[in-house]
Structures are given as structure tokens and as C-alpha cells.
């Protein structure tokens, strides 16, 4: 059984649950406890879960006892469990109602092929039920969701280094650390071409995150330990003081929640230099903040037009990053990747620099946006939409590029755009262009002589047509 199968298998639970009135979310979320168990128990690791409450003794009970026996669990796991185990039970509670639906999640669960499993990866098979939770507009939590292809693009292009501290401040489900871990994992052999101590530091303290909300840092908790990773994942949120506390980093990857502060809040953040409202800006200020200043930290961040163009401390935060980071490379997202209708992306790549001013000379736009597909669920993004941008991207000369979706402008064209940055989009074929267009009047005046050479001409045709009956 292929992972797939398992995934899709797993997913049709939800079917059970829904005279329960659980949501897709809380479904997964459900999920996330009792699959805690039985993979603790797959890979042996049931050594941080009491002997009572292990994957067995959930087995042989049913009907209210299992219920009753369910609750208890994860109330004592949540208070008295340790390390990972007591993070992801911490204020578990149960939506299920009845036992019959509780009982057949268990036993479904048990009965999969796990030696399959085991072998593709049991990371793999919860994020593959993570994206499919995603994918159901229902469930809501696909409204950002990053798609992998866009994650992996990223990560390539940003080339995560054996021993750097890499960071998600809004990680989600933890998707970008976890491709980041791939990438250092597959480019040193599974780690065995580092010494001791770097291998551990990849494995517990290299990729680190946070999130704000509770029940998506419990998945991101599970995510990582499934993939065999112990970096902190801390729950809180980021544009709150809470969020001092990260810095330092020399990559950080990310796609920060659209939108603005409840009620139009700014950001409790003492340390921001310029307050607004907006949740982006306040992530952007955060994130080129937390870079180290070595002239090497750097970061790949996606990002909505607002940002591009908004006024105020947007401009202002926009040349603050300009000036502190060299912001080479700017792409135009197509639209319909995120679930959010309508919703125009873009990922900003740039490099902390060693001071805090100029470092920005020029700035490179992909317009992937233009004369593209309508993406979405029947027409997926694929690794192959990005080939030209990764080529222009990684091009030794970047002016030797032939590519129409390519192009560059210097800082003191930007400047005289009011340093916007909503640049670099291509004529769209689909727009018509109204110079192109003939001349109304011109047009009116010309149909009107036209008509009246047509008017002449019928008129000497019947002329002639009288002239022969009269004839006859």
C-alpha cells in the first residue's frame, strides 16, 4: 500500500465523524493524537508515553470505557507528559461524541499497513494527510497553504547550509524547515559527511519556528518529530514582544498569514521602527531584523502586492529594507496557487549586508505572473513553471539572460517611483491594449462616408432597374 492509498484511507475517516459535527480541521487534529500513538509504538519510541496509556491499551476497549478511557489519556498527557509528547497534548481535548465513531478511527488505524508506511517515510504520510486537509476548501486551512513546489523552489534557491540557523516565524505546519532539513540532509548523504556534532546540531537545533495558533503548532510539533527533528518550535505570536526573542538567523524561509491586526491593532512590538497595522509589513520588518549582519543571512519571503505599493510606512519600510539588505531579486506569483480568491503573491529574495545602508543597487523582476494558466486544483503548479526563473535566477550574468520576463531596475529608477515596487509585469496578451485602437471619431466618420458610397450605389441600381421596365 502506497502512502497515497494509506493517506486517502485515513482521510475518508472524516465521513465517520461528521454526524459528530467535527470540522476538517479538528478532524486532523483528532487524528494527530491517536496517530501520536500508534506511530510512537511503529518506531519504538513509546518510551516517552506511560505503559497505561500506550497504542495497546487503546486497542482492546470500546464503547463508553474507551471514550472515558480516550479523555483521560489526553488530559494526563497534556499535564503530566514530557518533551514532545506533553507540547503536542498540551489542552487536547476530544470532539468526538460517540464511542462507535471513536472505535472505528482506532481500528481503521490499526488495521493499515505500517510496514508500508515505515518504508515511504512516516513523515511522509502525515504530510501527505496535512496537504489533502489543505487541498478541502471545507477545512479552511488551505487559504494559505504554501504549495510544495513553491517551498522546494525556495529552498533550493536559497541553499541551506550544514550548521546555519535557519527560521520560520509563522511556520504553520512547519512545511519550510522540513524542505530545508531535505535539502542539507540530501546534499550531505543523509548527514554522514559532517562530523558529530554538526549532524547533531542539523537534527536538534538548526530549524527552528513559531506559530500563533495552538491546534496548527500541535501538527507542526508532530511534523517535525515524524521527520526526526528536535529544533524548538516555539507558540506565540511573532509581531507580539514575544517575538524579540528570534534572531540571529542566517536563513529564514517563510509565508507569513495575509491581512491586518484585529481591529486594525498595530504591532505590540517595541522594537519595530516604523508601527502599522499591517501584518506583512510588520513580518517583513521582523524577518530582515532577525537576519545576521555578516553579509551572508539571507531570506526568500512570499509576500501579497500590498506591499509592493502601500504608502506610508510602507514606503518607508520598503526603503529601510532596501537600505539594510540587498534585495536582488523580486517574483511576480501567478495567481490562483492560494486558495484565497484573487489573492496576488510575490517572493522577495534578499541578503542582509554588513551596514544598514545601501545595499540595495538594483533590484531583478520574473514576471511569472503574466499570459499564464489560471492555476488551482485542475491545473497544479509544477516544478517545470519555474525553470526559466531558477535559470535566470542562478545565471553567472544576470544581464546575459534572454528572457522577456526578466528585467532589472536600479535603485534610482525605483526612487523615482516612490519606491514601489509593483515592477517588472509584462504586457498582458489578454488585456487590450486601447492605444492600439483606432480613433472613434475618425472610425465614425469613415463608417458614415462608407455607408453613403453603399446608399449611392443601391440608388443608381434601382435607377437602372426603373429605366429597364419602362423600356419593356
Request: glycine content about 8%.
Amino acid at each position: 500500500m502506497t502512502t497515497q492509498e494509506i493517506v486517502s484511507k485515513l482521510w475518508n475517516l472524516c465521513n465517520v465523524l461528521r454526524d459528530d459535527g467535527i470540522t476538517y480541521h479538528q478532524y486532523v487534529t483528532e487524528l494527530t493524537y491517536i496517530l501520536f500513538l500508534k506511530m510512537a509504538k511503529e518506531t519504538g519510541a513509546e518510551e516517552q508515553i506511560p505503559d497505561v496509556y500506550r497504542w495497546d491499551q487503546l486497542t482492546v476497549k470500546s464503547g463508553l470505557e474507551l471514550k472515558k478511557f480516550y479523555k483521560d489519556l489526553l488530559s494526563h498527557l497534556g499535564e503530566n507528559g514530557t518533551g514532545r509528547v506533553r507540547e503536542i497534548y498540551q489542552g487536547a481535548s476530544t470532539n468526538i461524541d460517540e464511542p462507535k465513531n471513536l472505535e472505528k478511527i482506532i481500528t481503521t488505524i490499526d488495521g493499515l499497513d505500517w510496514y508500508s508506511a515505515r518504508e515511504e517515510g512516516l513523515g511522509n504520510l502525515y504530510e501527505g494527510l496535512l496537504e489533502k486537509n489543505a487541498n478541502e476548501k471545507k477545512s479552511g486551512a488551505g487559504q494559505y497553504f504554501t504549495p510544495r513546489v513553491l517551498i522546494d523552489v525556495m529552498t533550493r534557491l536559497m541553499k541551506p547550509q550544514p550548521g546555519e540557523r535557519c527560521n520560520d516565524p509563522a511556520c504553520g505546519t512547519f512545511g519550510f524547515m522540513i524542505a530545508a532539513y531535505r535539502y542539507v540532509k540530501e546534499q550531505t548523504d543523509d548527514f554522514f559527511d559532517l562530523d558529530a556534532d554538526t549532524a547533531k546540531f542539523e537534527k536538534g537545533d538548526a530549524f527552528t519556528g513559531c506559530e500563533l495558533v495552538h491546534d496548527t503548532h500541535r501538527l507542526a510539533l508532530m511534523n517535525a518529530m515524524l521527520h526526526d527533528m528536535g529544533g524548538q518550535i516555539l507558540l506565540g505570536d511573532t509581531l507580539s514582544n514575544f517575538g524579540k526573542q528570534m534572531s540571529g538567523f542566517d536563513l529564514v524561509l517563510t509565508n507569513p498569514p495575509f491581512g491586518t491586526k484585529k481591529g486594525g491593532e498595530r504591532a505590540t512590538r517595541d522594537d519595530f521602527t516604523y508601527s502599522t497595522s499591517n501584518k506583512q509589513l510588520n513580518f517583513l520588518q521582523h524577518i530582515y531584523r532577525s537576519l545576521r549582519t555578516n553579509g551572508k543571512a539571507r531570506a526568500a519571503v512570499v509576500l501579497p502586492d500590498n506591499v509592493l505599493f502601500a504608502d506610508g510606512d510602507g514606503e518607508k519600510i520598503r526603503v529601510d529594507l532596501m537600505d539594510k539588505c540587498n534585495l536582488h531579486t523580486v517574483l511576480r506569483l501567478p495567481t490562483g496557487i492560494f486558495y484565497a480568491q484573487g489573492v496576488k503573491t510575490n517572493v522577495l529574495f534578499f541578503t542582509r549586508g554588513r551596514t544598514d545602508k545601501d545595499n540595495t543597487k538594483e533590484v531583478w523582476f520574473y514576471d511569472l505572473r503574466t499570459n499564464m494558466p489560471s492555476f488551482g486544483k485542475t491545473t497544479p503548479l509544477k516544478t517545470e513553471h519555474f525553470a526559466d526563473f531558477e535559470a535566470a535566477f542562478e545565471a553567472a550574468d544576470r544581464q546575459a539572460v534572454q528572457d522577456e520576463r526578466w528585467s532589472v531596475f536600479t535603485r534610482e529608477q525605483i526612487a523615482q517611483k516612490g519606491n514601489s515596487l509593483d515592477l517588472g509585469l509584462i504586457r498582458d496578451d489578454s488585456v487590450v491594449d486601447y492605444d492600439d485602437l483606432p480613433d472613434p471619431i475618425e472610425s465614425g466618420e469613415e463608417a458614415i462616408a462608407q455607408l453613403e458610397e453603399a446608399v449611392d450605389l443601391l440608388q443608381s441600381v434601382v435607377n437602372e432597374l426603373k429605366a429597364l421596365s419602362e423600356v419593356e
